[in-house]
């Protein structure tokens, strides 16, 4: 009968116990309980933490890297919030994650590295890709152009680019009058020096006479200042002063 060394033995115990902590009598691997979801999973689901040797199941893993990202942390440690030792390192990560999540991921770590003042964002939602600013700081740079959108959009406020209207006056404006045609509106308003009527909102150009304006809801008000009638004191001529009127005025009355 061939003995056997203590060194084949130790082996053949390590090799035991190493079997026996991941495979039952059936020779099926066991199930565990993930710590995130608290259920009962197959081994084959299972996702270890290399540097503190946690694990947990792929589809908490992937949901927990999604969350942290959207929460723009780029350095994502373990899940259990007693390990201080545990970091996920992206390669390592990168079998369980779908393309896009792990695309993300890297791009989120090239950002972490450029500083907040050389980055911003294109201001256009569905864009939103990061820009480096590569100009002198003493150059203003009021239009740029996104590379990726091909939209562009002002460089000092970073919204939408609005011409005819200068940063302070378009943040002013509300979320529908900041859309495209709103300020392209805005602008034909500028170049006709059309007003809006303070009553109805309707804008009105004025095509003869004084500033005396009379509106299709019977509103009167002032062409020079935009205000109703009795409440101008702009002081460009006598209809500005109440109780008073100007020949234009009066030949229009004596018209109707």
């Known amino acids: 009968m061939e003995k056997s060394s ?8 390590t090799q035991v116990g190493e079997s026996s902590n ?6 099926d691997q066991k ?5 995130i979801c608290v259920e009962s999973k197959a081994a084959s689901e299972s ?3 290399k540097s503190c040797r946690h694990s947990f199941c792929t589809d908490c893993m992937i949901k927990y890297v999604c969350f942290k990202l959207q929460e723009n942390v780029t350095t994502i440690g373990c899940p259990n919030p007693d390990c201080a030792l545990g970091t996920l390192e992206p390669e390592h990560c990168r079998s369980i994650l779908p393309a896009k999540v792990f695309e993300r991921w890297g791009t989120a770590l090239c950002e972490a590295v450029i500083p907040a ?3 911003f964002y294109c201001p256009f939602k569905n864009c939103s890709l990061m820009l480096i600013i590569d100009h002198d700081e003493n150059e203003v740079v009021r239009q740029s152009e ?7 959009f002002c460089a000092q406020c970073l919204a939408p680019w609005h011409v005819g209207i ?29 007003r809006r009527c303070p009553n109805c909102r309707f804008y009105v150009e004025r095509t003869e006479g004084c500033n005396l304006m009379v509106c299709r809801c019977g509103s ?21 002063i109440p109780l008073l009127s100007c020949l234009c005025c009066l030949r229009r009355r004596r018209r109707r």
Request: proline letters at 2%.
């Open 6 to 13: 203590p060194a084949s033995h130790a082996r053949q115990v």
């Open 22 to 27: 991941s495979k039952n009598v059936d020779g």
């Open 31 to 35: 199930d565990f309980v993930c710590e």
């Open 47 to 49: 996702f270890g933490i």
């Open 117 to 119: 003042s050389q980055k």
């Open 146 to 152: 996104c590379p990726n959108c091909k939209r562009c």
């Open 166 to 194: 200068d940063c302070a006056e378009f943040q002013k404006l509300n979320k529908d009058e900041k859309e495209a045609e709103a300020i392209m509106l805005r602008n034909l308003v500028n170049k006709k020096n059309w």
């Open 220 to 240: 009167y008000f002032c062409y020079r200042c935009g205000k109703v009638y009795l409440e101008c004191r702009c002081g460009v001529n006598a209809c500005c």
